[in-house]
Structures are given as structure tokens and as C-alpha cells.
């Protein structure tokens, strides 16, 4: 089968679309025939040497996909070849055929093409396991998103108006912000002009946030800290402005607050499998009811992979960029 490999870390033109074997699914798992992968800001770390799977893992990248089951392995029930399914991954996405435990797979939501539900499985269950089942976001809470425009921010905006929330978000552009809007944003701040500390206060009348999902870490710990609402929650799960930042305790004390760290990838596959399971159960109905959707910016073939990451690298982007088989 054809995959896209890393021969050496580096620049998006090291990435080679090549032969490989294929895969032959264990216990507990199944091959699928990948119809799309989408692409995370996760796999330009690894292809940067910065992120590498998990020990056991494929060494492709890619956390996502959709495609049509093409092989069972034993112990697996209640899934048939050729079923329409999508799934989570701990790597192996930019590839012709995929392993998948049987845990982290989900059917294609009705109302969504078999290629942009590649756009669905890691932005869904990133956002509903920090904001939901981690920081337990309520309604007529207020929800403050980070990069509202991105894949995580887009499904994170749609998800937190859905369960009732007020939703604010930071974005670079009036476009990207108009189109948060357009997703059921309430609080618009363009991070390049405005403080979002400041705007956030003055929109709820001084309250804060009671929880904020955060992929830029130590550069805006301190703001966020800030930020939060009494008993507010902070879920970082990314670094984008570094790892290591300043920490205040007695801010923190004041609001009564938390501060949590979270990834997704390195999980267990049983916990990875009780999200996608409450994923299920909570989300796809609002899918299948058109109340939220999958956002694709950009759909390309496999081998212009490097294509694909220049746009993530370079934050044109408006939702999630897919590859195609």
C-alpha cells in the first residue's frame, strides 16, 4: 500500500509518499480502507521530531481517519466489512490502510460524507474530553476558546453553544472571526489588537471565564489565570507559545481555581475508547441533527501532504484540512 513516511525529520518536503506493507490487524482490532485522514498541528510536531508515537505505534502520522472497514481480527464484534466508519488514532493515518482498535472506531454520522468525517474524530474527542468530561463545562457557563478558528476551536465553539454555554473566542482576523461567529461564538476578540483578559472582563461584566481550553500554553498562562471566573477551570492542551511559563499561585488561590495539562494521543486505548463511547452517545445525535458539523478548509490528494501541513503551518486555514486516498 502507499503511505506517507518520514525517511528524516524536517521540513514539510521530507515527507515521501512510498510503498509499505500492509497491515494485519491483531486482537481486538480492524483494517480500514482509508477513503481520508485529517491533518493536526500533532503531525507537524512529529514530522518535526518533536512529538513521536507511542511505543507500539505506527511510525506514520496521523491521529484521524474515515474509510470502509476492510478487515476484522478476531474478537471483534458488532462491525462488518464494509462498514462506513471513522476513527481515532495513536498514529498511521496518512496511509492507503489503517489498524484501528476496535474501541476507537465510530460510524460516519448521518448527514456527513464518508471524506469529511476524516475532520470529526480527534477535534471532537479533544474538545469533548477536556471541556466536558474534564473541566465539566455547564450551561450558562462561559466557555473562552483559544484559536477559535482552528479545527479544535471550530468543533469547541459548535459544541459549547450546542450544551448552552456562552462561548467567547480569540482569532487573528476578521474573517476567521466572523466565521466563529458564524458557529455560535457570542465574544469575538482578535488577539493581534485587542487583550483578551480585558475584553473577556468587560463582556461579562467582570465575571470571567469558567473554563477556557488553551492550545498555546506558557505564553498565556498568566493571562489566563487571570481570566478565569471563581472555581474557573483551565485545560491546556497544547504548546504552541511554549512549555515552561510562570505560574502564580496566589492569583490562582483567589479564584479558587484549576489548572489541568491533558493529551489524547499517549492514552491508554481502554480510556480512549470510553471517550469515543460517550463521543457517541453525546455527540453524533447533534451531528446527525445537523447542530454541528464537521468544518473542512481544504481537501487534498495524499500525496500533497507537504501542501497540506505549509497551510496548517502557516494558519490560513478556517477548520480542518484532509487528505485523500
Known amino acids: 500500500m502507499k503511505a506517507i513516511t518520514l525517511p528524516k525529520f524536517g521540513d514539510e518536503d521530507v515527507m515521501t509518499l512510498a510503498d509499505v506493507p500492509d497491515p494485519t490487524p491483531g486482537r481486538g482490532e480492524v483494517v480500514v480502507e482509508v477513503a481520508a485522514a485529517g491533518i493536526n498541528r500533532a503531525d507537524l510536531m512529529q514530522r518535526q521530531g518533536f512529538y513521536p508515537p507511542p511505543p507500539g505505534e505506527s511510525e506514520i502520522v496521523g491521529l484521524e481517519v474515515s474509510g470502509r472497514i476492510a478487515e476484522l481480527g478476531d474478537g471483534v464484534g458488532g462491525w462488518q466489512v464494509g462498514d462506513e466508519v471513522c476513527a481515532l488514532l495513536a498514529g498511521g493515518g496518512y496511509a492507503e490502510r489503517v489498524i484501528v482498535p476496535v474501541g476507537q472506531l465510530l460510524p460516519v454520522p448521518a448527514g456527513v460524507s464518508l471524506v469529511d468525517a476524516a475532520a470529526l474524530p480527534e ?146 486505548r481502554d480510556e480512549k475508547a470510553k471517550i469515543v463511547a460517550d463521543v457517541r452517545a453525546q455527540v453524533w445525535p447533534l451531528i446527525a441533527d445537523g447542530r454541528v458539523r464537521p468544518i473542512v478548509h481544504e481537501r487534498l490528494p495524499l500525496a500533497e501532504a507537504a501542501r497540506a501541513h505549509r497551510i496548517l503551518g502557516e494558519s490560513s486555514h478556517i477548520g480542518k484540512v484532509l487528505l485523500t486516498t
Open 123 to 268: 477535534v471532537v474527542c479533544t474538545v469533548w474530553s477536556n471541556v466536558f468530561m474534564v473541566a465539566g463545562l455547564k450551561r450558562a457557563e462561559t466557555l473562552l476558546v483559544h484559536g477559535g478558528s482552528s479545527g479544535i476551536g471550530t468543533m469547541a465553539i459548535q459544541l459549547g453553544h450546542a450544551f448552552g454555554a456562552r462561548v467567547a473566542t480569540t482569532a487573528g482576523s476578521p474573517d476567521k472571526l466572523a466565521a466563529c461567529r458564524a458557529l455560535g461564538a457570542d465574544i469575538l476578540i482578535n488577539y493581534r489588537d485587542q487583550d483578551f483578559v480585558d475584553e473577556l472582563d468587560a463582556a461579562t461584566d467582570g465575571h470571567g471565564a469558567d473554563v477556557i481550553l488553551d492550545g498555546i500554553g506558557a505564553k498565556y498562562l498568566p493571562q489566563n489565570v487571570e481570566a478565569l471566573a471563581p472555581h474557573g477551570r483551565l485545560v491546556t492542551i497544547g504548546m504552541l507559545g511554549g512549555a515552561k511559563g510562570e505560574l502564580d499561585l496566589g492569583a490562582l488561590l483567589r479564584k479558587w481555581g484549576t489548572v489541568t495539562a491533558t493529551g489524547l494521543r499517549a492514552r491508554p
